[in-house]
């Protein structure tokens, strides 16, 4: 049930390697639909996203493009900021891991770690994955290359680093998960998602390198200069520092982390275990989504099969790229999208399902010359029980086949009543009923298509109806 007051999400930060894609544009999404939803139930929303900036990988990525790490940064966040602008992504802000003010908070926090006795600096021998900004062991690689990165020679290194205690956090994290009345206690969703952590952690964990020695990209270590801070040590801390630098504190702890499955580990575990050891509430919930999977196939920059998310507005326009996305949501499984697959689904439930019914009733509406339009009304948990709760699950298929499937009965019932047959008292009673349902498919829909559901709010509920051009025109 939702009863949160105040109610604080979270993207993950966004490597600055790399341009905005359709992955990252499936959790922006994904979190504003939700951020939208809460603040329809009326919650007080602090939505979060950012870039994650330090780091080899994105050194290296700098040095192939001529400039200096800060102003390579400076150009690829702002990338990230107008995709999500044109997407109507409606963060409450952007955090940047080079905000001087995050650095401060991190490397007071690391200190304060240090301080309680839980780092300590011994030699690192082992493999390093540069995409994945991680140290792998052999059973996380396939014929010696990380299967997210087949194109990166993993790294060896003999370094002297600090170390963090993970492994004495195991059996607290361990009760956190299970025990629900554990004063620690988080979520971890979906159920999937929880076991793999589990029973990874039942396995046992090592402790975990946080600093390097060779990588002068990223926030010095406060009492050892000649080492900079790791980069997931530094990037996590993004939604602590976030509601200190915005003032926003009583936020804190987050009620929702939004993530992909392949950084599920630093959130659950690395993550919770650096703010149990400095004292910090942890977050209530992390959710992990799968992946998009184009046309059967990893998305790669090799492949050639990347999507990003301005070419889906430039065919789809911004409500039906975000009505794609959310439709194809990878909730527990790979969600395999393309091109053909895209636009069918718009034809079939946007041109002609919602802007089909919207159409034929404006027409009507206008025909019948209907005076006192109803008035918009609101979403309530408790009259829209099951829908709240698929939104709240993130299950979003099953909220859009809810809505759906009260336009394909709304469609019959025109279909059935045959309205265009009617005229003057008989066609206004007609449309007294079938108004109100329209406007309540439209605030439904409002976390997902914005913009489209205003429209509709306000062509119903204007001193006289009328129709309008499609709100989603066909394509062939
Ligand atoms: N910088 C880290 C996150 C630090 S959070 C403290 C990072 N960045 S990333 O740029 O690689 O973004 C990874 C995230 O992008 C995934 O966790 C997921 O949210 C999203 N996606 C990237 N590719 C994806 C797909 N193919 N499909 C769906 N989402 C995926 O990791």
Known sequence: MIMAEKFYLTTPIYYVNDVPHIGH?????????????HRQLGDQVFFLTGTDEHGAK?????????LTPQ??????SENFIKAWKQLNISNDYFIRTTNPAHKKFVSEFIQKVYDKGDIYKAKYEGSYCIGCEKFVTETDLVNGKCPLHPADEIQ?????????KLSKYTKPLIKAIEDKNDQNHYQISPPAKKEEVLSKLKTGIDDLSISRANVPWGIPIPWDNNQTIYVWFDALLNYYTATKITDREEYWPTNLHLVGKEILWFHTVIWEAMLLS??????KKVFAHSF????????SKSIGNVIKPEDLVIKYGVDGTRYLIASSFPYSDDSDVSWKKFTEKYNADLANGLGNLVARVAKLAEKAEIKNPAKSGKITETKFKNYCEFLEKLQFSDALAFIWDKIS???????KNQPWKLEGEKLVEFLERVIPEILEISLLLEPFIPTTSIKIQKQFTAPTIKSEPPLFPRLY
């Open 292 to 299: 998009y999977m184009i046309d059967g196939q990893k998305m």
């Open 278 to 283: 400095a004292g910090v509430p942890r977050p």
């Open 409 to 415: 009965r709304m469609d019959k019932e025109i279909d």
């Open 58 to 66: 994105v050194a290296q990525a700098a040095e192939k493009e001529n």
């Open 25 to 37: 544009t499936c959790t922006t999404v994904a979190a504003d639909i939700l951020a939208r939803f």
């Open 156 to 164: 060896k290194q003999i370094e002297e680093n600090y170390f963090f």
């Open 71 to 76: 102003a390579f940064c400076d150009r690829v």
